[in-house]
């Protein structure tokens, strides 16, 4: 928190400033329980509720402004909230977390940190927030922040630390004009190619085998791996009929669409057949010169697909990976004009002191016999 901060401990509490103008009052036998804290660090980890941890998030949750710019009374209502978070909370209780307020403002003008005038003014003002609930679901590199905070928290328990209280600085290799690049880049392309796909499978079903055929019973194997299905099962033993009933039963929920979400009213089963017609992707971008990761796209909407396509599949690149085999051959004295023979090729080496062998192939693992230049194949 690069602010200045200043503070002096008198009989009833501790006074320090957050900036020139803003001015807060903590009882510190109540709010910290020593006159004795380190004042910077308490209002970084701090709980200022609704999942707000220090002064910078709670300023840009409850007011979406930073520190040094909040207003007196805003200021005020934040100092408010440690005492009880939630029964001071302006949004779950405006009422008592005004009242609260105006005793800091009452405070704040008892010790000469501002005017009774001004106190009494701001005291009569109503509460205006502008609230937003940081989450994992919103802004850039959502995927890869999700398996940070994995890692991270594994990494924590290991090392005695908590990665939300203990305030923590994370510093990663993502550069955030690519990731934006990247992130435009797949929901664009991911857009057009949905269109095209809907318009192709218009009025039938996709999840078809090798020969183009309907899968039978595919969205009802997809349905008993749900967690709703297990839960159902657990609840109802091998009464079909009532997992059934209660799968096929529709009710209200909040679906994914590309024109932002959608309220309506589905079954479990008209939702599993609903996602499972969206097509997905993932996109990575690496420093090829030292291996720092510069964007992580795992998929299209990480609230409502948490597979992460980058990290989790296992699906080979295909035709993706061309240039980089093209690039190595003509950095080795290859040419484009170079004629080279279509048939098959078993590369051996060791990996982990053991013999291993390597054959790449195509998808109809067919070899033609031909001899063809480079650029052709």
């Known amino acids: ?17 957050l900036g020139p ?36 998030t709670a300023a840009k949750t409850y007011f979406n ?14 100092v408010g909230l440690l005492k009880a978070t939630s029964a001071y909370s302006p949004v779950l209780n405006p009422e008592r977390s005004k009242e609260r307020r105006n005793v800091v403002l009452a405070q704040m003008a008892k010790y000469n940190m501002i005017s009774q005038k001004a106190a009494d003014s701001l005291s009569a003002l109503p509460i205006q927030l502008t609230y937003s609930v940081e989450n994992h679901y919103e802004g850039p590199a959502t995927y890869f922040r999700g398996t940070m905070n994995t890692y991270l928290k594994e990494w ?29 880049a797949v929901e664009e392309r991911m857009r057009d190619l949905q269109k095209k796909f809907n318009r192709h499978w218009d009025g039938q079903n996709p999840w078809v085998d090798s020969r183009d055929k309907e899968i039978p019973g595919f969205i009802e194997m997809v349905a008993q791996r749900s967690g709703f299905y297990k839960k159902l099962k657990q609840k109802y033993g091998k009464d079909t009929a009532a997992i059934n009933r209660e799968m096929n039963r529709p009710h209200k929920m909040r679906v994914f669409t590309y024109q932002g979400e959608k309220d309506t009213t589905l079954s479990a089963m008209d939702s599993i057949r609903y996602y499972k017609r969206f097509l997905h992707a993932g996109f990575m971008a690496m420093d090829p010169g030292n291996g720092h990761i510069k964007a992580w796209v795992g998929g299209i ?51 982990d002191g053991k013999p291993m062998s390597w054959t790449p192939y195509n ?15």
């Open 1 to 17: 928190l690069d602010v200045p901060l200043a503070f002096h401990i008198n009989a009833d509490g501790l006074f320090f400033e």
């Open 21 to 56: 103008q803003v001015g807060f009052l903590l009882g510190a036998k109540q709010e910290f329980g020593s006159t004795s804290v380190d004042i910077k660090n308490n209002l970084n980890t701090v709980d200022f509720g609704s999942n707000s941890f220090g002064i910078k």
């Open 65 to 78: 402004n930073s520190p040094d710019s909040l207003k007196t009374q805003e200021a005020a209502l934040l």
């Open 156 to 184: 924590c328990d290991k090392n005695g630390y908590d990665l939300y209280r203990d305030g923590l600085k994370i510093y990663t290799t993502i550069d955030s004009r690519i990731q934006a690049h990247a992130e435009a």
């Open 301 to 351: 909407n990480f609230k409502y697909f948490k597979y992460d396509h980058v990290k989790q599949s296992r699906r080979q690149p295909g035709s993706t990976f061309k240039p980089f085999v093209y690039t190595t051959a003509i950095e080795n004295g290859f040419s484009p004009c170079d004629r080279i023979t279509d048939e098959r090729v078993t590369i051996n080496y060791v990996e």
């Open 363 to 377: 998808a109809d693992r067919v070899y033609s016999g031909q001899n063809m230049t480079l650029r052709r194949a």
